[in-house]
């Protein structure tokens, strides 16, 4: 393949121009490069750079219990993820995201639909509604390939009927991608199941190896498609979305990987509970989760490779998050569903385009984004308006140069229907995390938690019921108030 051939695959329209500029003014070879020798603009002067198309790519990448504070940029001593670091170099990095309904379904729903839970999926192994518009809707409105691979989690589906990796979800509601490679639930990394397609066309394979390897792999196949297809004339721009379930318990993960982590040496969050039981169990399953996330990483930064490589990096955007955190015995708990920090936190990092460079914001955001904003910020990176039926914000101005949209002053937070399990908090509540660093939690009519993030990162001191704070207290419960008549939810928030 020649520069050019190279160039025009990759859809570089402006760097192709720019290399035919080249040739046309010098008609000969540059003696000291073996290339075609420069002639364009008068040295000394500017020449134009090649920038996004005004439809970009875009891409989320996704994992299941991966809580914020176990990446290395934000300030994990055990965590290995040089890849997302890079991300956050190049990217902006939405430090204060969090999951509102930290539990899968109900997370991807609001994640797919922009709607609150309560206007979605509801709880654990409720299906996405019949006939629901989703984030893939618009983007195939717009012109738009899309694609999703991995873990679904809304087919409605009960475990209590058999596996759910051998449950094959109506045609009709995958969300109405056009590629759509997926699975149920699975919990189960090196026995993963995936299906797809309809009628004669349907499949149903265990992938080979490691769950987010052999997905990635999927992708990285699909991104390919889509580069051969940009090479011949026939491409479009994309919409992508890789789903995996690690880190999710059982937290295991390739051997190269589970190596580097050893229980014993594991430094625990300061708020993990100082028993012993929850300490040996928090190292055990730490080690794993550790794995399970620079595996992640790695995958991460094989997609990133290969986008580079195709020349299609400069004009996609990369959105990595995860539906939920992983409380590993803070606060003597496991798992999610709760609304401490451990269990809400969550990554948002947005990476492609032009690092560094032109009209890009990067670093760190203290953006206080939630599920409901996925969907309508990716909308806005790729210069698409979000529809009336989308509940949440646009934050892609903090990302790219563009004019900032209002924002709210809070985030919220609720657990509708609870799951009942183990390990779970099985308990309705309602609350919101601020902008200044508040966090106010409610029970039907009781408050339960009142945490100043600000000097309070751990949560070690509840103020809930401590009427030194009654005045903050009472502005956090009318906001709450506010909340869930805005959003037309059902909740009796406390009067005092």
């Not at 009709?172 to 997926?182: A, E, L």
């Amino acid at each position: 393949m020649n520069r050019r051939t190279f160039l025009g695959a990759a859809g570089l329209g402006a760097a192709a121009s720019l290399q035919g500029s080249y040739s046309q003014a010098s008609g000969g070879q540059n003696s000291t490069l073996g290339g075609p020798a420069y002639s364009g603009a008068p040295a000394g002067h500017h020449i134009p750079e090649p920038g996004m198309q005004s439809k970009p790519n875009m891409i989320w990448i996704l994992g299941d219990q991966l809580r914020a504070q176990a990446l290395s940029m934000n300030g994990d001593p055990n965590a290995r993820t040089p890849s997302l670091s890079r991300a956050e170099v190049n990217g902006s990095n939405f430090t204060r995201n969090v999951s509102g309904f930290p539990l899968c379904c109900p997370f991807r729903g609001s994640m797919l639909t922009s709607r609150y839970p309560h206007h979605c999926v509801p709880g654990h192994e409720y299906p996405l509604p019949a006939g629901m518009p989703t984030v893939a809707d618009v983007f195939n409105e717009n012109g738009y390939n899309t694609a999703y691979f991995g873990k679904w989690h809304l087919g409605g589906f009960h475990e209590s009927q058999g596996r759910a990796a051998f449950f094959i979800t109506d045609p009709n509601r995958r969300g109405h991608f056009q590629t759509w490679v997926g699975y149920e639930n699975n919990n189960s990394q090196w026995d993963t199941w995936v299906h797809g397609g309809s009628g004669k066309d349907a499949f149903h394979y265990r992938l080979p190896g490691y769950e987010t390897d052999a997905l990635t792999d999927l992708l990285l196949k699909y991104l390919k498609e889509q580069a051969e297809q940009t090479k011949n004339g026939s491409g479009k721009p994309f919409f992508a979305v890789l789903s995996v379930e690690p880190p999710h318990d059982p937290n295991v993960a390739p051997e190269q990987y589970m190596r580097n982590y050893e229980p014993a040496r594991l430094k625990l969050r300061e708020n993990v509970a100082h028993v012993p039981r929850v300490e040996d169990r928090a190292r055990r399953e730490l080690a794993g989760y550790y794995a399970q996330i620079e595996n992640l990483d790695w995958n991460y930064g094989r997609v990133i490779a290969a986008l580079q490589e195709s020349g299609a990096l400069w004009n996609t955007h990369v959105m990595f998050f995860a539906d939920h955190g992983e409380m590993a015995g803070s606060h003597g708990m496991f798992r999610k569903t709760n609304p401490y920090e451990e269990s809400i936190r969550t990554p948002m990092i947005i990476t492609g385009g032009q690092p560094v460079y032109g009209k890009w914001r990067t670093g760190r955001k203290p953006v206080l984004s939630n599920h409901v904003d996925i969907a309508p910020t990716a909308l806005g990176l790729c210069g698409i308006q979000k529809p009336a039926w989308m509940e949440g914000t646009d934050y892609s101005h903090h990302r790219i140069d563009k004019p900032a949209g209002p924002e709210p002053d809070s985030a919220y937070l609720q657990q509708i229907v609870p799951t009942g399990h183990a390990d779970s908090t099985n308990v309705p509540y309602r609350g919101i995390v601020t902008t200044d660093g508040w966090k106010l939690v409610c029970l039907e009519n009781f408050t339960w938690m009142l945490f100043n993030l600000n000097e309070d990162p751990y949560e070690e001191a509840n103020q809930a019921q401590n009427n030194f704070f009654r005045a903050e207290r009472k502005r956090l419960l009318n906001r709450l108030r506010q909340w869930v008549a805005d959003t037309k939810d059902n909740f009796s928030v406390p009067t005092e």
